[in-house]
Structures are given as structure tokens and as C-alpha cells.
DNA sequence: ATCTACTGCCACTGTCATAGTTACAGTTAG
DNA sequence: CTAACTGTAACTATGACAGTGGCAGTAGAT
């Protein structure tokens, strides 16, 4: 393993959302689809409201719903909103400044895995939500055809 | 954080063989230019043998050296020895299958997240030790020049 | 007014990966 | 035989994380 699957999380529930666009869903629906905690959910969304994905009504009836269009909304964003740190991990301590290398490695590393982390977050932010969605309902679409 | 920093202490031991290429440095010398520990170092570059890209002898005046050219080892190299699983991490349960979106997220985040690592590893492999190694010495040579 | 169904948030648990350390067996040069 | 290494297992401490219960606050329904 390596980092949380908070992403995983935030990137099903906007899908959900999406899904169901009309109506908000609770953290309890979503938790179901997720085989989760309604309260891990609320978490979750929590940070995404507050990265202005996602806004929130309390009180019966209440819920989540989508603050932006599907399509405004890419898998780069879910992930910065609920991850805080970067992936590849530097090191631990900061290495010994008597060592000719190690004087240097430090600066030299972040430059080397900022770009790798920008690469990946680049990938990340060509897909939205919208196209998540369309490759979900094309497989349901392919289901239905395959249970007639 | 997120991953583990072995890639850093990999990387790092792999430019210091680089640095002093014609003799084998020791865990414990390697260990002080990262202020860590000698049995970290071995079991990582324990790892690094095994892909092979160091090797190692046994018993007094032993240590560790090089097992291929510096212009051929890249940050990737370093970094798939030494890490093991994926950096997105995925579901930690699989979702409801009852739920249109949950029946269908997992294969999909599974081809968002290989394409997004799989881009962060191309950057990875585009810098060599050797290409490390370069900026180290160059840095060196500043402080040399500020220090006349 | 009261009930009901939500969010929001805190505190706590169990689990797991990791860094760090000690200990010791095996290997090899002097 | 001794000193200096590697190799490896066992252990501790720390911290992140998923998951859970509890409870105050809010708002529609009756």
C-alpha cells in the first residue's frame, strides 16, 4: 500500500452524486455503496466541501450534493481536496551535512519528485467526473443487455 | 506522508556509490551521511542487490559497490526495487455490489490510478544517478568557489 | 411542541506499515 | 584468532488509518 484510499472514496461519492444528480444523497447512502461508515463519509465530503466540490444541507431531508458540473470536476481535484502530504516521501531526517552527497541530496530529491508528483497529478486532472459517469452507465447499459 | 522514504535512502545511498565509484563504502559509512542506521541501509540496499543494481562481499574490508553504470540506473530503478505496492490506493473494501456506481468503480479507478502511477514512474526513469551525481559535484564546486 | 432524520464533530479502538535498535550467526582479510 | 564487515531475525515505538459510538445542533414533518 502506499497512500490512503480517501481518494478512492471522494471520487466514488462525486460519481454517486453525479449519478444521481437531481436529489441529494446521505452519508448513510453512500456509505452503503462503499461498504463503509457513514461517518468516515461525512469526513471525506467534509474536506471536499471545503475545496468547494460538494455542499451539504443539515436537518431531515438533508444531504450532499454536487457544486460544480460533473465535468468541472477532475479526479485531480478529489485527490488534492482529501490528501495532504506528497506521495513520494523524503527523507526521514534530514541527512548529514558533513557528507559531500548528503549535503545535497535533499534539495536535489524534492526537485526529482516534485516533477514525478506533477506528472502523476497531470494525469489525474485529464479525467472528470463526467467521464467517470459515462463509462458507468455504459457498463450498466451492457449488463442490462446481457441479463435480458 | 505517503509512501515509506526508502526510495530517498535508495537513491541516495545509490549517488554516494556513484560519488566514490572506485571503492566500496560500508552500511555504517552510508548510514552516517543519511544520520540513520546501518541495518536499514543493508535491508534496502538488500533490495537494490536484488535488482541487481549493487552488489556486495562479505567479511572485513567488505561493503558495497555499483553493479552497473551510473547513466544506467534511474530514479525508477531505485524506486520499483524498493517499493512494493501501488501509491493510489484503492478501495479498502470492495463496494456494494447492489449499487450501480459501487459495481463498477473499482475497475475503473483501477485504470485512472495505474495510467496516473504509471506517468509519475515514466518522469522517474527520465533522471539518472549519473544525472544526480552531475548536479552534486557541481554544487560542491559552488561552495568551493564561495569558500576561496 | 415534538418527533424524526439528518449533519458535524469528538474521542476512542484495533490494525498495520515503518523507522529504528539490539542481538547474533556467518564470512573474510590481516 | 581477531577485527570488520554482511545478513537476518526479533523487538519496540510511533504514527496513520479505517472504523465505531456518542452526542449536540439543525430542520422538515406531524
Redesign the interface.
Known sequence: ?????R???A??AL??LA?WGDHSLTSAEIA?????NPVLVRRILGSLRDAGLVWSTEGRGGGWSLARAPREIT?YDA?TAV?A????????????D????????QA??EA?FR??????????GR?TIAH?LR??LA??RE?ALQNR
Chains 1, 2 share one sequence.
Do not use: F, K, N, W
Open positions: 500500500m502506499g497512500l490512503s484510499s481518494s478512492a472514496v471520487i466514488h460519481t454517486m449519478r452503503d455503496s462503499l461498504a463503509s479526479l485527490y490528501e502530504g506528497p506521495i513520494l516521501s523524503r527523507h526521514a531526517h534530514p541527512p548529514s558533513a557528507c559531500a552527497v548528503g549535503r545535497h541530496m536535489l530529491l526529482e516533477d514525478a508528483e506533477r506528472a502523476m497529478e497531470e494525469r489525474l479525467t467517470l463509462q458507468v457498463r450498466e449488463l
